[in-house]
Each structure stands twice: as C-alpha cells, then as structure tokens.
T-cell receptor, first 114, second 114 residues
Framework: AQTIHQWPVAEIKAVGSPLSLGCTIKGKSSPNLYWYWQATGGTLQQLFYSITVGQVESVVQLNLSASRPKDDQFILSTEKLLLSHSGFYLCAWSQRAISNERLFFGHGTKLSVL | GDSVTQTEGPVTVSESESLIINCTYS????????LFWYVRYPGEGLQLLLKVITAGQKGSSRGFEATYNKETTSFHLQKASVQESDSAVYYC???????????FGTGTRLQVLP
C-alpha cells in the first residue's frame, strides 16, 4: 500500500528565517507530486507540481520554491519567511494528471510565522 | 479565473437530519471541468469522497450524493440522514481536463450533534 509522510507536523518560525518542509511517498513509483497551501479561512491553493524527478512547475507565486531530488521526495522551501506564509501545507500525489484523478494527501504541516 | 464557492461553515445539524452543502463553480478557462468532493475527518488526511467527470451525472459515496449540473454550474453535496461520524470538513473542487490543476473551495466544517 502507498503511504505519504509529511514533516514536520508543525513549525513555529520567525519572519526572515529559512524553511524546509518535506514529503515522502512510499509504495508508488513515479507519482505526480503536489504542494498545496491554505491560509486560515482561505482556499486550498495549489503551489507546485512535479511529474518527474528534477522537474517542478510553479502554479502560484508566493516566494517559495520546491524541488524533487528523488522520485519519492518533494521539498518545499524558502530562504526568508514572510508573515503571509503562515498556514497549512499539504503534500499530495496522484497516479496521473490530476484533472480527473484522485489526489492522495498527507496529514499536512501547520506553519506559524511570527 | 477558475473558482469554487461553497457554503460557509460551520454547519451544525442533528443526527438523522438531512444535509446539503452548496457548491458552485466558475470554469472560465476550463472547457470540460471535472468535479470532486474531498473530506477531512478529525485526525485524518484529506481524502476523496466522490467525483463526477461528466455533466448531468451523479456521484455517490458513504450515503452522500452530488449531481454535476452544468446549467447552474453547481455540484451540491447532499445526504438524507447524517450520522455523528460524518462530522468533518468538506471541500468542493474543480479539475481541468487539460491542465494539471485542481481548484478547491474554502471548505465547510460540518458538525453533527448526537
């Protein structure tokens, strides 16, 4: 069975500090990977997606970057956090393009930027 | 742009009562949108509840139903008799058949009272 693990579960960070969030998918080769973000009271927004190792497409510009160093790993990062980065980050995978495929989500990371 | 609007929560109903969570969409850049309902139960990750990819069709799962209405651009979620275990956050979502993107609503928190 496929599993998706996100880390950390929660983070409290200072404005201007760096951030790295991770996601690992086990039991599925060559998945499509996604990062989503939800501000408090906001919609769940797609930030990035990756179809293959080393390739990442940006969907929304939020002064964040993403990388896929391995087939089963997706990293979200920034060198300088902003207050507006606070929220809930979700990693997800799908078997193919997500237009009509189901997404499988991790449990998410709650980020508070102070 | 493409967007999804759904009932603002929290929604509180008593067990065995009927439920409707409204969802309307705007698909300005999507020729053939696909529609989804996702759910997040307490302590669990976001997961697919049901999906419909053809206008006029109905999807169902766990006693919930939703009909894809292209004329009214709606995809309301309904259940005839809710249970306490249905307490969760429900998200309506819109997928494009020609892009690798899914647009989510803000989510509706449902609380079912015993």
């Amino acid at each position: 069975a496929q599993t998706i693990h996100q880390w950390p579960v929660a983070e409290i960070k200072a404005v201007g500090s760096p951030l790295s969030l991770g996601c690992t998918i086990k039991g599925k080769s060559s998945p499509n990977l996604y990062w989503y973000w939800q501000a408090t009271g906001g919609t769940l927004q797609q930030l990035f997606y990756s179809i293959t190792v080393g390739q990442v497409e940006s969907v929304v510009q939020l002064n964040l970057s993403a990388s896929r160093p391995k087939d089963d790993q997706f990293i979200l990062s920034t060198e300088k956090l902003l207050l507006s980065h606070s929220g809930f980050y979700l990693c997800a995978w799908s078997q193919r393009a997500i237009s009509n495929e189901r997404l499988f989500f991790g449990h998410g990371t709650k980020l508070s930027v102070l | 742009g493409d967007s999804v609007t759904q009932t603002e929560g929290p929604v509180t109903v008593s067990e065995s009562e009927s439920l409707i969570i409204n969802c309307t969409y705007s698909a300005t850049s999507i020729a053939y949108p696909n529609l989804f309902w996702y759910v997040r139960y307490p302590g669990e990750g976001l997961q697919l509840l049901l999906k419909v990819i053809t206008a006029g069709q109905k999807g169902s799962s766990r006693g919930f139903e939703a009909t894809y209405n292209k004329e009214t651009t709606s995809f309301h979620l309904q259940k005839a008799s809710v249970q306490e275990s249905d307490s969760a956050v429900y998200y309506c979502a819109l997928g494009s058949s020609n892009t690798n993107k899914v647009v989510f609503g803000t989510g509706t928190r449902l609380q079912v009272l015993p």
